[in-house]
């Protein structure tokens, strides 16, 4: 077995300290670099509870008309069979559309929904008015328009309304 001499192990430890520092070309940014790159910083709010569950409005960023009609092939409306998921660290999300039952279970639910922090993904839409009526069902709550074929085949679902958290899969 060959023995690597001493000196090297000192070269390897110095040449940690050899790095050239780096050097700034200008402290203070030039008129060019103001107009085309000021970084807009958020004002911090120190009274954000975190253990309070947030709601985002996404939905007064844009126009979704364009994103409409949203349709699903991979769901449909129906019952599930609730079943328990091992998912840490998943926020609660919930899948509907536009249909009589997920209305009336948004409606029946929103309170709960809200408390946990759901967000919630309408995966059947047909235009702007069914998508205000989903929302009506739950006014406080996140709802987006969204294709949910993905989501249904990676949890193994066919049917909404669902309700989606980091341990359960439930109606």
Known sequence: MKRIPLICYFILLLATFAQPELTVAEDQPSDFTRLHFQVARPPINNEIQPNRAMHADLSTFADEAWILPVRSSHLSPGQITSRALNMPGLRPFFLVGEDPQSLAWLRQRATELQEMGAAGL??????????????AAAPDITILPVNGNDVATRLQIEHYPVLITATSLEQ
């Open 122 to 135: 309408a995966v059947e839409v047909t235009d702007t008015e069914a998508l205000a009526r989903i929302r």
